[in-house]
């Protein structure tokens, strides 16, 4: 029996990219305030690993190099896990955060995966599915909901308080 090797590829998007980047970026400037580099340091050590003169003409593996760098000469970036986060779980507890300020009608799952689908215009099994993008989209009506769940929970708080 003959046996088939299958390669992994790892696909990301340009969001995804952006945000590696930056980290990248700002793990380079802490890495150079750690190190003590005046301006000149910085930019010889730039050009003599990368040929680029400035950071942010660096790509993913120009940054890479002057990072690894950076840890030869003893720099560990101070959040060297790192850890994307997580709208699967903003997502579920912003609607939670609406049902408790009774926003909602149904605060099931399922009704959860509804509205996703009525705000992004697809439809997902389950909300860890749901794109960065999409999930953005997600979160900005969520907030909006919850803001307005807030202001009627109050409202309705003030009037019962008042005396008839």
Do not use: C
Not at 20 to 30: A, M, N, P, S, T
Not at 79 to 108: C, M, N, T, V, Y
């Amino acid at each position: 029996m003959a046996t088939t090797t299958r390669k992994f590829t790892a696909h990301s998007n340009a969001g995804n990219s952006e945000t590696e980047r930056k980290r990248e970026l700002g793990h380079i400037h802490q890495g150079r305030a750690a190190l003590q580099w005046s301006d000149g340091d910085y930019r010889f050590h730039l050009r003599n690993l990368t040929g680029k003169g400035s950071s942010a003409e660096l790509d993913a593996a120009g940054r890479r190099k002057v990072l690894d760098h950076m840890a030869t000469l003893g720099y560990v970036p101070k959040a060297a896990k790192f850890q994307p986060f997580d709208q699967a779980a903003k997502i579920k507890w912003l609607w939670k955060k609406i049902g408790e300020h009774k926003g909602l009608r149904d605060p099931s799952a399922a009704a959860l995966l509804s509205f996703i689908g009525r705000t992004t215009g697809s439809g997902y099994s389950d909300v860890k599915f749901v794109p960065t993008q999409d999930a953005s989209k997600v979160i900005e009506a969520l907030k909006a909901m919850l803001d307005r769940a807030k202001l009627a929970q109050g409202a309705s708080t003030q009037h019962r308080g008042t005396p008839q």
